[in-house]
């Protein structure tokens, strides 16, 4: 049996959508997501790479827009398009950042990458690294400690792993326990 990488990260999610191809709207319904495309049950005939509008709904929350490319089509019959599952496989171009984040609540928690690197006795200051995929949309804030601001961002990096580029780095201060009486907070 072939390997299919797409099947890694992929989540079995329906949900509703609609897909703007070539200045029409149609109805859909998203079999499966991921970070980098979706796999639509559609009749629409978009062709292959073509980029088209995808509206979809998460959470009952107000409507994401995604601009995605098509990069497979699985035709099938109307009579049996719920049966056999035709569709289109998009790979995703533009996406908001709530997209992600409601990836992220689909995830069980025992599945996630840790974000949060927990500090070892003695390692300095805690730093909230905020860093981008390189050539993606997606982004992330990580936790680290480290001496310095510089050493922080060499640190993310090297948990994170290849293919992320640095935007931001913030010191994280301690909350502020030693208050004299009276002092005002």
Known sequence: MPFDSRALDRIKRRMPCELLVRQHWHSGRVLDLSARGLFVQTNAKPRPRERVEL??????????????????????????????????????????????????????????????????????????VRVREIGGSRSRRIEVSASDREAARGRALEEIGEGWKILDVEELRPPATDRAPGDEL
Do not use: N, W
């Open 55 to 128: 509206r979809i709904a998460c959470d009952g929350t107000e409507a994401l827009h995604l601009f995605v490319e098509v990069a497979r089509l699985k035709r099938v019959p109307p009579s049996l398009l719920c049966v056999a599952g035709g569709g289109i496989g998009v790979r995703i171009v533009i996406a908001p950042e709530e997209y992600f984040q409601f990836l992220c609540r689909l995830v069980p928690p025992e599945q996630q990458a840790p974000l949060v690197f927990a500090a070892e006795p003695g390692e300095g200051p805690r730093f909230r």
